[in-house]
Every structure is written in structure tokens, then in C-alpha cells.
């Protein structure tokens, strides 16, 4: 049994990057999906799909990787967890290594970074923080 499926991505997302494979698929759910189009946004990804039929849907990300095969993504965390949600508000969200990073966010507006929450002036949940 899954208790935290945020955490099962950002760690399928690690396990890959790691050993750079191009892409990596889990399951679906409207907060990863939200999380994967911050991840384009972003530039952390190429790109995302939804693949299969109903009702076992997944989504596939594509990865990048520097022109050399460096990571783009190097560090993942969890920050908000099921037993201890963190929150913040867009006052209290500093940029992450000086912008190098970024933060994932829950609004009331849809999944959006830092960086979009600071401009949009929102506050929420923060899932994750990664660079």
C-alpha cells in the first residue's frame, strides 16, 4: 500500500536521473500531472505524456540531460509530507540556491513553482523543492 504518491514520484524521478534512463513512468493523478507541467515550465523536463487506457493510466516523463549527459535535475526532496504539511506564503518563499532551484507548490490556483506563486502572489503547500 502507497501512502504518498507524491513521494513515490520524486523518488521514481530520482532512481532514473540517476541512472539516466530517457524517461520514466508512474501513475497518474491530477497533482503529478500538475507537478510535471511546472517541471516544462521550468525546464527541468522535455516534455510529459499520458499513456495507456482507462483506468490504469500513466504519465510518462521525459528527462534531460545536459549536452555532456550531465543531470539536470541533481537534488529532490520531499518538503510537505502526509503526517507533516508544510505550508507558506508567498512572502515567506525565498529563492532556492539563488534561484538555481525551485519549489513546487499547491495553491488554490493549480500546482505552480516559487516563482509563480511570488509573482501571482499565492501561497499554499509546498510538495517539494529541487534543483
Not at 524521478?13 to 521550468?42: C, Q, T
Not at 510518462?60 to 526532496?77: A, D, Q, T
Not at 509573482?119 to 510538495?127: A, F, K, M, T, V
Request: proline share 5%; glycine share 10%; aromatic share 6%.
Amino acid at each position: 500500500m502507497m501512502t504518498d504518491p507524491i513521494a513515490d514520484m520524486l523518488t521514481r524521478i530520482r532512481n532514473a536521473v540517476r541512472v539516466e534512463h530517457p524517461h520514466v513512468e508512474m501513475p497518474l493523478s491530477k497533482v503529478k500531472k500538475g507537478m510535471a507541467e511546472v517541471l516544462k515550465r521550468e525546464g527541468y523536463i522535455w516534455d510529459f505524456e499520458e499513456v495507456g487506457d482507462e483506468p490504469k493510466r500513466r504519465l510518462r516523463l521525459h528527462l534531460k540531460y545536459g549536452p555532456n549527459g550531465e543531470r539536470v535535475i541533481r537534488f529532490v526532496k520531499r518538503v510537505s509530507t502526509p503526517g507533516r504539511r508544510v505550508y507558506g506564503a508567498f512572502r515567506e518563499l525565498r529563492p532556492v540556491l539563488n534561484g538555481q532551484g525551485i519549489k513546487i507548490l499547491s495553491t488554490s490556483r493549480g500546482v505552480v513553482s516559487d516563482r509563480e506563486a511570488r509573482q501571482r502572489q499565492l501561497g499554499g503547500e509546498i510538495l517539494c523543492e529541487l534543483w
